[in-house]
């Protein structure tokens, strides 16, 4: 009877610790919201929507930052026309880096870090190709002559 009593005690305790989110994880979670808070701005910025879309989010997510960041020919030339939407472009790669690697500090477990980090590769991404875009515009006559 008392192991039988034990074993449930024990089955109580595991079911109401589950995953616990300390003060180390908040500071975290509060890093990564900053960072993310940051993209949607530079995303703005950079006349694009404040979120991707759900089909490049769906492309990236099992991506890293590097990969979905090579959207751009091999050694491609940023004219000074676009060079403000390819700052920002990095920008948000930077964040999406930043955001990645704390969401895997935090753990495959925790949804909200990997959420956030599939959301910035997925922006890192669009901003990419807003960028290589940008840059493979012809040029007008009067930039060509």
Do not use: Y
């Amino acid at each position: 009877m008392k192991a039988a009593i034990t074993l449930v005690l024990a089955g109580l305790l595991a079911a109401c610790v589950g995953p616990q989110i300390n003060d180390h994880s908040v500071d975290k979670r509060n890093e990564i919201t900053a960072l993310w808070t940051q993209i949607r701005g530079f995303r703005h910025d950079a006349g694009m929507d404040l979120d991707p879309s759900p089909s490049t989010l769906n492309q990236i997510r099992f991506k890293s930052v590097k990969d979905v960041e090579r959207v751009c020919v091999d050694n491609h030339k940023v004219p000074k026309t676009c060079s403000d939407v390819c700052s920002l472009a990095d920008a948000i790669c930077d964040n999406a880096e930043s955001i990645c690697t704390i969401a895997d500090e935090l753990g495959k477990g925790d949804d909200f870090a990997q959420g956030k980090c599939t959301d910035a590769k997925a922006s890192c991404r669009e901003a990419k190709q807003k960028c290589c875009g940008c840059s493979a515009e012809p040029t007008s006559r009067s930039e060509a002559f």
